[in-house]
T-cell receptor
Framework: KQEVTQIPAALSVPEGENLVLNCSFT??????LQWFRQDPGKGLTSLLL?????REQTSGRLNASLDKSSGRSTLYIAASQPGDSATYLC?????????????FGGGTRVLVKP | DTAVSQTPKYLVTQMGNDKSIKCEQN?????MYWYKQDSKKFLKIMFS???????INETVPNRFSPKSPDKAHLNLHINSLELGDSAVYFC???????????????FGSGTQLSVL
């Protein structure tokens, strides 16, 4: 059974510092991995999707890497801003899954201090 | 225009009651989902429907019954509510779900259910 872990559970950094968020998964037979952002009282917004054949994806200040063999993904956010404060979740789709069933990690709550 | 909208945003009710949460998407997607986020913030899938057909049904009590009148709507009806049902319920949609895809999911803003 796939398990997704995100450490740390919470992170606080001063504005301008780079953010590094970690995600690990127990079963490397994944189809893809997604990173989401969740703001309080709001739904999830998909940030990046990395297919199993890819090593990384980039969007603006965001870069996500994937190492399937070691069961890890890292989300980098460059030059953090107070607006980046949110909870970040990673989720994987297993190859064995029926359809787009995502298994989520518990999230990392990020606070960027001005 | 909200892409995935669900109502109500907040739902407070007594144990034993029956309640429904509605979800609609205007993205033209074929597949819709219900996810549950518990007090520890873990999100778990409950159901998915593709063009009104049930695709995923996790081990959810049969007090929970999804209903999809058309591919743009997926409502969640809950009978005999229990304290443990208190959570945030999220609706989501994606372009297609026949087999594995690399389609992103689009989420609604959630319904916070509190059972007293």
């Amino acid at each position: 059974k796939q398990e997704v872990t995100q450490i740390p559970a919470a992170l606080s950094v001063p504005e301008g510092e780079n953010l590094v968020l970690n995600c690990s998964f127990t079963d490397s037979a994944i189809y893809n991995l997604q990173w989401f952002r969740q703001d309080p009282g709001k739904g999830l917004t998909s940030l990046l999707l990395i297919q199993s054949s890819q090593r990384e994806q980039t969007s603006g200040r965001l870069n996500a890497s994937l190492d399937k063999s070691s069961g890890r993904s890292t989300l980098y956010i460059a030059a953090s801003q107070p607006g980046d404060s949110a909870t970040y979740l990673c989720a994987v789709t297993d190859v064995s899954a029926a359809g787009n069933k995502l298994t989520f990690g518990g999230g990392t709550r990020v606070l960027v201090k001005p | 225009d909200t892409a995935v909208s669900q109502t109500p945003k907040y739902l407070v009710t007594q144990m034993g009651n029956d309640k429904s949460i509605k979800c609609e998407q205007n993205l033209g997607h074929d597949t819709m989902y219900w996810y549950k986020q518990d007090s520890k913030k873990f999100l778990k899938i409950m159901f998915s429907y593709n063009n009104k057909e049930l695709i995923i049904n996790e081990t959810v009590p049969n007090r929970f019954s999804p209903k999809s009148p058309d591919k743009a709507h997926l409502n969640l009806h809950i009978n005999s509510l229990e304290l443990g049902d208190s959570a945030v319920y999220f609706c989501a949609s994606s372009k297609k779900d026949r087999g594995l895809t690399n389609e992103k999911l689009f989420f609604g803003s959630g319904t916070q259910l509190s059972v007293l």
